[in-house]
């Protein structure tokens, strides 16, 4: 009897572990991120029982192997979506033209066809992955390097050159075919490496195409003087720009996730630093209006140092509290609204909006409706401590983009704003 008692008594006390193990575990995946912290506690509650280290991971298995723990596939979809635009695009043309057919039915048949394989192999390849929208993050930045990586290639051999022996441009585009995928394998196994937070993610790969623009203007002040017009000039710039652009995004990603640590980064927050950002180059632009500065050098100085100066401070208003993806979309629609009043009464007034006091009047009332909000929703966070929350459908995105028709088409920036 004496046995059967201590017996009874050692398995209570071990599913008494387990069930506050599971409690502990759900609670750290609420954010879909265990920190080093809760992996430490963690540890501690299963070291008396036989819980497995491999729960602690974020690989697929490990997370089925935990009845009641779902994968985290917030970033499923858009990895499809990305595999069939791949397919649509890239393959769809690229291979029938490395087959040199030439016939458009080839091409539009192969096109859908592409993107129909890219979707059932990407979905079937994913169904027991986990794919957080930072681990997608990390992939399509892996993407776009890869494809990138050719201007380095181009431009240290000369446009000429190549074009001396792939005046077809086949090589060019079988070496595109190969480096996509591959840098979306390198940017998986960083995210591997790194383990970023959603918010992290998105934030460090803020800071890589922030990193890129400052990089290509630092080329157009280096630039802007020279003579392009012959052939060695002209070779010597686009080397430092393709240097400079590529190598931008890739330090700027090791610089901004040395500089996040292990800080916690909500989605809410990424996305409010890239607001900041953004705000910033708005600033700048009216700023710049102002100011009427003849010298294209100081114009690039004093845009990027405003924008940059913005976004810096954007990562300082995130220290000391987590906000969700509501609370930076209503940050955006308070700045929003601030400008429109002072817009409104203008118009209806009949006054004039491109004068210098109008861009001051910009500045001001952005500046102001976007301080007000943040305080009040910062106050209203902390006053009611509820957790950063991941739910919403706001987003910014950033893209270089062409400007103009095909005969004089000029660099631009696209800005999208989602929510």
Same mark, same amino acid.
């Given at each position: 009897?004496?046995?059967?008692?201590?017996?009874?008594?050692?398995?209570?006390?071990?599913?008494?572990?387990?069930?506050?193990?599971?409690?502990?575990?759900?609670?750290?995946?609420?954010? /879909?991120?265990?920190?080093?912290?809760?992996?430490?506690?963690?540890?501690?509650?299963?070291?008396?029982?036989?819980?497995?280290? /491999?729960?602690?991971?974020?690989?697929?298995?490990?997370?089925?192997?935990?009845?009641?723990?779902?994968?985290?596939?917030?970033?499923?979809?858009?990895?499809?979506?990305?595999?069939?635009?791949?397919? *649509?695009?890239?393959?769809?043309?690229? &291979?029938?033209?490395?087959?040199?057919? %030439?016939?458009?039915?080839?091409?539009?048949?192969?096109?859908? &066809?592409?993107?129909?394989?890219?979707?059932?192999?990407?979905?079937?390849?994913?169904?027991?992955?986990?794919?957080?929208?930072?681990?997608?993050?990390?992939?399509?930045?892996?993407?776009?390097?890869?494809?990138?990586?050719?201007?380095?290639?181009?431009?240290?051999?000369?446009?000429?050159?190549? @074009? *001396?022996?792939?005046?077809?441009?086949?090589?060019?585009?079988?070496?595109?075919?190969?480096?996509?995928?591959?840098?979306?394998?390198?940017? *998986?196994?960083?995210?591997?490496?790194?383990?970023?937070?959603?918010?992290?993610?998105?934030?460090?790969?803020?800071?890589?195409?922030?990193?890129?623009?400052?990089?290509?203007?630092?080329?157009?002040?280096?630039?802007?003087?020279?003579?392009?017009?012959?052939?060695?000039?002209?070779?010597?710039?686009?080397?430092?720009?393709?240097?400079?652009?590529?190598?931008? /995004?890739?330090?700027?990603?090791?610089?901004?996730?040395?500089?996040?640590?292990?800080?916690?980064?909500?989605?809410?927050?990424?996305?409010?630093?890239?607001?900041?950002?953004?705000?910033?180059?708005?600033?700048?632009?009216?700023?710049?209006?102002?100011? %009427?500065? %003849?010298?294209?050098?100081?114009?690039?100085?004093?845009?990027?140092?405003?924008? *940059?100066?913005?976004?810096?401070?954007?990562?300082?208003?995130?220290?000391?509290?987590?906000?969700? %993806?509501?609370?930076?979309?209503? @940050?955006?629609?308070?700045?929003?609204?601030?400008?429109?009043?002072?817009?409104?009464?203008?118009? @209806?007034?009949?006054?004039?909006?491109?004068?210098?006091?109008?861009?001051?009047?910009?500045?001001?009332?952005?500046?102001?409706?976007?301080?007000?909000?943040?305080?009040?929703?910062?106050?209203?966070?902390?006053?009611?401590?509820?957790?950063?929350?991941?739910?919403?459908?706001?987003?910014?995105?950033?893209?270089?983009?062409?400007?103009?028709?095909?005969?004089?088409?000029?660099?631009?920036? /696209?800005?999208?704003?989602?929510?």
């Amino acid at each position: 009897m004496r046995y059967l008692w201590v017996f009874v008594c050692t398995v209570g006390l071990l599913q008494g572990q387990q069930s506050l193990y599971d409690k502990a575990f759900e609670e750290a995946m609420r954010d /879909s991120f265990i920190t080093g912290d809760e992996r430490a506690l963690l540890n501690i509650i299963s070291a008396d029982s036989n819980t497995t280290q /491999s729960s602690l991971t974020h690989e697929p298995a490990s997370a089925k192997s935990l009845p009641g723990v779902q994968l985290n596939q917030a970033g499923r979809w858009r990895l499809i979506y990305s595999t069939m635009a791949l397919g *649509n695009g890239l393959y769809g043309v690229g &291979v029938p033209y490395l087959m040199k057919s %030439e016939d458009p039915k080839i091409y539009g048949g192969f096109q859908l &066809v592409a993107a129909a394989g890219g979707f059932y192999f990407s979905y079937n390849m994913t169904r027991d992955m986990d794919i957080p929208l930072g681990r997608v993050s990390f992939i399509e930045k892996g993407e776009s390097l890869g494809f990138t990586s050719f201007f380095i290639l181009h431009s240290m051999i000369g446009g000429e050159r190549w @074009m *001396n022996f792939d005046p077809d441009l086949r090589f060019a585009l079988t070496y595109i075919m190969l480096s996509t995928p591959t840098g979306a394998f390198l940017g *998986n196994r960083l995210y591997n490496h790194w383990k970023p937070s959603d918010g992290q993610a998105i934030l460090i790969n803020a800071g890589s195409f922030l990193s890129t623009l400052n990089g290509v203007a630092l080329h157009r002040i280096l630039t802007s003087s020279l003579d392009l017009e012959t052939e060695t000039a002209f070779n010597n710039s686009y080397r430092a720009l393709s240097l400079l652009a590529w190598g931008g /995004s890739v330090g700027g990603m090791f610089y901004s996730h040395s500089r996040l640590g292990d800080n916690s980064v909500s989605t809410g927050d990424a996305y409010l630093v890239q607001g900041t950002a953004l705000l910033g180059a708005y600033v700048a632009i009216q700023a710049l209006t102002i100011a %009427e500065m %003849e010298s294209e050098r100081a114009n690039i100085v004093v845009g990027m140092s405003i924008m *940059n100066a913005f976004a810096f401070q954007g990562v300082k208003l995130i220290e000391d509290v987590d906000f969700s %993806e509501g609370d930076a979309a209503i @940050m955006a629609l308070g700045t929003a609204a601030a400008n429109g009043i002072w817009r409104g009464l203008s118009i @209806m007034m009949d006054a004039e909006l491109s004068s210098d006091a109008a861009s001051t009047l910009d500045i001001a009332t952005s500046l102001a409706g976007f301080y007000t909000t943040y305080r009040s929703v910062k106050t209203r966070r902390l006053k009611s401590g509820e957790p950063s929350g991941s739910g919403g459908f706001w987003r910014i995105k950033a893209s270089p983009t062409l400007l103009g028709d095909f005969e004089r088409m000029t660099p631009g920036i /696209s800005l999208q704003l989602k929510f």
